[in-house]
């Protein structure tokens, strides 16, 4: 597996712009000779495809929902990192740069990093002009907040649906493509495989999710943008249909799936209430800027709490443990998610925790509404605080709000090289669906910061680059009558009717379940050699059990939403093994990834820099054999590798 | 302690869209009271899986109602009886013991029914797709600061912006009209000075498709505001219709579209 990272020669703050004079270009006439596949259309897909269109290419974008306006980085609340520097507060693209390194506990690439950095201030530049209605100050100029792991206040935000006005904006420019007839939208279509052709990636194969029909779609590359696979825990914030399978499949067919292990868990989430639930809820991290955190002093006073005897605005002072501010006096409340997520955790352990089940913390605005009065508070945080009552039932500005860590993100992903090219030549790979700029934990506000980056900054340039290496001459010359669409096409209708066929008793979901209740325990927030090793062979076996029980209602020629997560599930599983034994090859704690083999007295993540400064990429050897693993060294030129503190 | 309940449910069944449908009555029990309205659905789904029936069919995605993917009313109402609420965040709670709900997907006709609840909701696409936007290519844009914009205006485009695009406005509507929708749409970019240059174009390019697709006129009855879940009211129309009005004197007078 050639994992050439491809990082220009020069120092650090020259790679970038060296690199985008040194690649090719495709002249503007000949630009419309070539078709460009998206699968996607979030920020990084929605950006990738719009951008590229505007240059002239063709695209053909894809995506399950009903519209491409529904991708999931619409949910992201708080808000998006630029270092602008609008707040003379000592911001700079180093800094940046440095904070996202620090943050992903030293597990990223320097030179990717940089140019996220790099090309931030950009995407403000670019949303404002598109309309998107960022917070003002009255001057009329931009508002900032600061977001966890920084000292500065660098984050640019839209109101608490920050995610939702960023897509629109991209939706909206990839609308104004499809009203041209330069974008071809597919929308309710999901990608089933990816073809090869001559080891490059030149289709994919989809099915329409209305019709049933499985249909071929060449192009002269294919850009994934297909998001996070954290639906592998069944519970997670990510939408209903986040799925893991367009990125395994390609892996699959030789793209290297790197650091899977390293999963976010969010410290801000609305605790599990009962099994009949389908899904986790987020809080915005911005709410830790006023609100703090706490849970009781004592396990007795909890109890009371739990069982509804105390109200927790009569506990004492001296009975209220705020444990970030305990633990992390100078980052307080907004320490990084990993760290602030295992606080809380820790409490709980203790039998600390509030909520019914025990497994809760508080997330009080007392002191904050004193300060400021109830309508600041209202302003800042007002639709955050009406959807946890909506959910919940509690009004937040009377009764601390009850928070509990949740999978939310995940920064491993498929391999990809400074142009964020997999190792399937041909394939790039944009967005939480690569690996290339969190490490092992990514800060707030970075994801969106991360996917339009990918998306309007760096693909347009780096699939130019490709298809001008591949030159006019082989634009559009592999077309869906190709000998290794048919082979595919053929795989992906045999799996179909295997699914349809297997006629068991056991429903997807309840698949699904039972795996997310798998690897939440034992390769969830804390990690053990043996409970790792108990959870492959428990995966094994549920897989085993999936493919002789299975049973999908329906058929396969119409909207069935059974078929659709029967496949999905069916590639969780898969991975979900995959996770675990990258958990299980990692032996140091770093990030989201924590062994508890590897941690300090004081219960802090311990890294082990001498042997694990590597990217773990895995490379796919059949059904039957175990995977192989690679290594890509990471090389810090730049950044001095130091015990993360945030104390 | 968490309280339970048993529910009735009359669920609109409706194999594809040449078919007739019907409402189709379940039971269902223990059905929590903190468990979402589509956490309800999902019980019924696999109820009905191990019957060896198939679920029933609902659009859904985000289930933290921002994405706008769920449609489907509720009693008679979009997104069911709580204001200001997409159908994935209502909660069981609004619900009591021995109620009877009525589960039906929208009804309007440029929404075509594909299958039991769900729609097909493509012409709102295409309304954006006709102005929707201020062009801004990527690479072209200036400083984000070089532009000073009111507080007030900011936040008046921010709530025009805040819509999801779910369509609850036009099954709410006795003329199915998706006024509010692109009312919404243009007031976020028409107010903003970015916008100004497509301002007209816009105007009339969106209410031409929205006409196109055979939505229905506005006649200022208001249920699209009560219906809406994220609150987008009424005077955006009154905005809308002023834009148009003035987009289309100066189009006589100097075409733009």
């Given at each position: ?31 419309r ?22 240059q ?8 399950y ?12 609340q708080?808000?998006?990192n ?13 800094r ?93 279509h ?134 970030l ?62 959807m ?39 394939m790039?790979?944009?967005g ?13 506000a970075?994801a ?88 492959i ?27 659709e ?83 | ?40 659905l ?142 919404a749409k ?72």
């Amino acid at each position: 597996m050639n994992l050439d990272s491809k990082i220009p020669e020069g120092p650090l703050e020259n790679k970038w712009s060296s690199h985008k004079f040194n690649m090719k270009l495709v002249n503007p006439a000949n630009r419309r000779k070539y078709h460009v596949i998206v699968v996607g259309s979030g920020l990084a897909g929605g950006a990738a495809a719009a951008s590229l269109a505007e240059q002239g290419y063709n695209v053909s974008c894809f995506c399950y929902q009903d519209s491409p306006r529904r991708a999931h980085s619409i949910a992201a609340q708080g808000g998006i990192n630029a270092a602008k520097n609008y707040q003379n507060d000592g911001d700079s693209v180093k800094r940046l740069f440095y904070d996202t390194v620090k943050g992903g506990d030293y597990r990223a690439r320097e030179a990717n990093v940089y140019r996220l950095a790099e090309v931030s201030a950009d995407i403000i530049d670019q949303c404002v002009a598109q309309g998107v209605p960022f917070a003002r100050e009255y001057g009329g100029y931009l508002a900032n907040r600061s977001f966890g792991g920084a000292q500065v206040s660098r984050t640019f935000y839209a109101r608490g649906q920050t995610g939702q006005q960023l897509l629109l904006g991209a939706y909206a420019a990839l609308s104004k493509q499809i009203g041209l007839g330069k974008v071809k939208m597919y929308n309710r279509h999901e990608m089933l495989d990816v073809v090869k052709v001559d080891g490059h990636a030149k289709g994919i194969i989809v099915r329409n999710m209305i019709s049933g029909e499985v249909s071929r779609h060449a192009g002269d590359c294919v850009v994934l943008a297909t998001g996070g696979y954290g639906n592998v825990f069944f519970l997670s914030t990510n939408a209903q249909g986040c799925n893991v399978t367009a990125a395994y499949r390609a892996h699959k067919r030789g793209a290297g799936f790197a650091n899977p292990c390293y999963t976010q868990i969010h410290p801000t989430c609305i605790p599990v209430h009962g099994d009949q639930q389908s899904k986790l809820t987020l809080m915005s991290e911005s709410l830790r800027n006023d609100g703090r955190v706490w849970a009781p002093m004592s396990a007795d006073t909890a109890k009371q709490i739990r069982e509804g005897k105390l109200n927790p605005n009569d506990v004492a002072e001296d009975d209220r443990d705020y444990f970030l501010e305990r633990k992390y006096p100078s980052f307080g409340n907004l320490a990084p998610r990993d760290i602030s997520s295992r606080a809380a955790k820790e409490a709980c352990d203790e039998g600390r925790g509030v909520a019914t089940t025990g497994l809760g913390v508080f997330l009080d605005f007392r002191d904050a509404i004193k300060r400021d009065g109830q309508k600041t508070i209202e302003e800042r945080y007002g639709n955050l605080f009406e959807m946890y009552q909506c959910i919940t039932g509690d009004n937040p500005y009377e009764t601390p709000m009850m928070i509990f860590p949740a999978v939310h993100y995940t920064m491993g992903g498929l391999w990809v090289n400074y142009n964020l090219e997999s190792t399937i030549p041909g394939m790039f790979v944009g967005g939480e669906a690569n690996f290339s700029d969190h490490g092992a934990n990514r800060l707030g506000a970075s994801a969106l910061m991360q996917g339009l980056a990918d998306g309007y900054f760096v693909l347009p340039y780096t699939v130019g680059n490709y298809l001008g290496e591949q030159g006019v001459a082989a634009a559009g010359q592999v077309t869906t009558d190709h000998p290794a669409f048919a082979e595919v096409e053929a795989d992906v209708k045999g799996r179909i009717e295997k699914f349809m066929s297997i006629n068991g008793t056991e429903s997807p979901r309840s698949f699904h379940k039972r795996l997310g209740n798998i690897v939440w325990e034992k390769c969830g927030m804390a990690r053990s050699k043996e409970g790792l090793e108990e959870a492959i062979k428990e995966i094994q076996a549920l897989k085993k059990e999936f493919w002789s029980n299975l049973r999908v209602v329906g058929d396969a020629d119409s909207l069935n939403p059974e078929l659709e997560r029967a496949g999905r599930v069916a590639d969780f599983i898969e991975f979900g093994e995959l996770m675990c034994r990258d958990a299980l090859m990692r032996e140091e704690s770093c990030g989201g990834h924590f062994r508890v083999e590897h941690q300090t007295d004081d219960g802090e993540a311990k890294r082990d820099d001498d042997n694990f400064t590597f990217a773990g990429v895995w490379e796919y050897q059949g059904d039957d054999t175990d995977p192989q693993l690679h290594k890509e060294p990471l090389i810090y030129e730049n950044v001095k590798l130091v015990t993360r503190s945030y104390k | 302690m968490e309280k339970t309940m048993n529910l009735t449910l009359r669920v609109w069944r409706q194999k594809n869209r040449l078919d007739v449908g019907k409402f189709v009555e379940y039971q269902l029990e223990n059905i929590s009271e903190d468990s979402s309205f589509l956490e309800m659905l999902d019980i019924l789904s696999e109820q009905l899986v191990e019957g060896g029936h198939e679920p029933v069919a609902f659009d859904h995605d985000c289930r933290e109602g921002i994405c706008g993917m769920c449609s489907m009313t509720i009693n008679g109402m979009p997104h069911g009886p709580e204001n200001g609420t997409t159908a994935c965040q209502l909660h069981m709670r609004h619900f009591h013991d021995g109620q009877t709900i009525t589960i039906e997907p929208w009804r309007a006709k440029p929404f075509p029914v594909i299958k039991d609840l769900v729609v097909d909701r493509s012409p709102l696409d295409r309304i954006i797709q006709s102005g929707g936007f201020i062009t801004g290519r990527a690479g072209s844009a200036v400083d984000a600061n070089a532009m000073p914009i009111s507080k007030q205006i900011a936040d008046y485009a921010m709530d025009a912006a805040a819509c999801i695009g779910c369509g609850a406005c036009v099954a709410a509507c006795p003329n199915a009209s998706a006024m509010l929708f692109t009312a919404a749409k243009v007031s976020h970019m028409n107010s903003l000075p970015q916008g100004k240059a497509e301002k007209d174009r816009r105007s009339l390019a969106m209410v031409t498709t929205m006409d196109g697709e055979g939505f229905g006129g506005c006649t200022n009855i208001g249920e699209c505001e009560a219906a809406c879940p994220k609150g987008i009211p009424l005077d955006m129309i009154a905005q809308l219709n002023r834009d148009y009005a003035v987009a289309q004197v100066k189009n006589f007078f100097q075409p733009v579209l």
